[in-house]
């Protein structure tokens, strides 16, 4: 039953309804519990949907700020609010929104994976092309 509550506990915080959250806190429901599969709380999921009020109250009520998901990320991660961020004691992230920072990742990411894939396309003399294919004088094709 307690994972039940756990559970509903998360929903209520990523859908910012704070009497639900109220409630299950003032009955004990653990604020740092975390999903099985995924290892969010209900800080993470207040953080990810920018519930702020979500935010403060837990952060009063003991949710703990430095717990990460599976996927190695801190309920400061999810965030795109300054507001909640400055509440977090996370570092200001330029231009204000966190989603600027996912999207340099994922552009980082798959800059990474076509340098590899361009690498592995050529031998040691640096002949070949581009993700296999080259010209009949084998000069690379971009």
């Given at each position: 039953?307690?994972?039940?509550?756990?559970?509903?506990?998360?929903?209520?915080?990523?859908?910012?309804?704070?009497?639900?959250?109220?409630?299950?806190?003032?009955?004990?429901?653990?604020?740092?519990?975390?999903n099985?599969?995924?290892?969010?709380?209900?800080?993470?999921?207040?953080?990810?949907?920018n519930?702020?009020?979500i935010?403060?109250?837990?952060?009063?009520?003991?949710?703990?700020?430095?717990?990460?998901?599976?996927?190695?990320?801190?309920?400061?991660h999810?965030?795109?609010?300054?507001?909640?961020?400055?509440?977090?004691?996370?570092?200001?992230?330029?231009?204000?929104d966190?989603?600027?920072?996912?999207?340099?990742?994922?552009?980082?990411?798959?800059?990474?994976?076509?340098?590899?894939?361009?690498?592995?396309?050529?031998?040691?003399?640096?002949?070949?092309?581009?993700?296999g294919?080259?010209?009949?004088?084998?000069?690379?094709?971009?």
């Amino acid at each position: 039953m307690s994972s039940y509550l756990e559970e509903r506990l998360r929903e209520a915080a990523a859908l910012g309804n704070l009497e639900e959250v109220r409630i299950l806190v003032r009955n004990g429901v653990a604020v740092n519990a975390q999903n099985e599969v995924n290892g969010w709380t209900c800080l993470h999921w207040a953080c990810k949907r920018n519930q702020t009020h979500i935010v403060k109250y837990l952060l009063d009520h003991g949710a703990n700020k430095g717990i990460f998901t599976k996927n190695r990320d801190l309920a400061a991660h999810l965030t795109s609010k300054k507001e909640i961020r400055k509440l977090l004691g996370a570092p200001e992230v330029e231009g204000g929104d966190n989603q600027e920072v996912n999207n340099l990742k994922l552009l980082s990411g798959c800059l990474g994976l076509l340098f590899i894939q361009w690498e592995s396309t050529h031998d040691k003399a640096g002949r070949g092309g581009w993700m296999g294919t080259s010209d009949r004088r084998g000069s690379n094709k971009f």
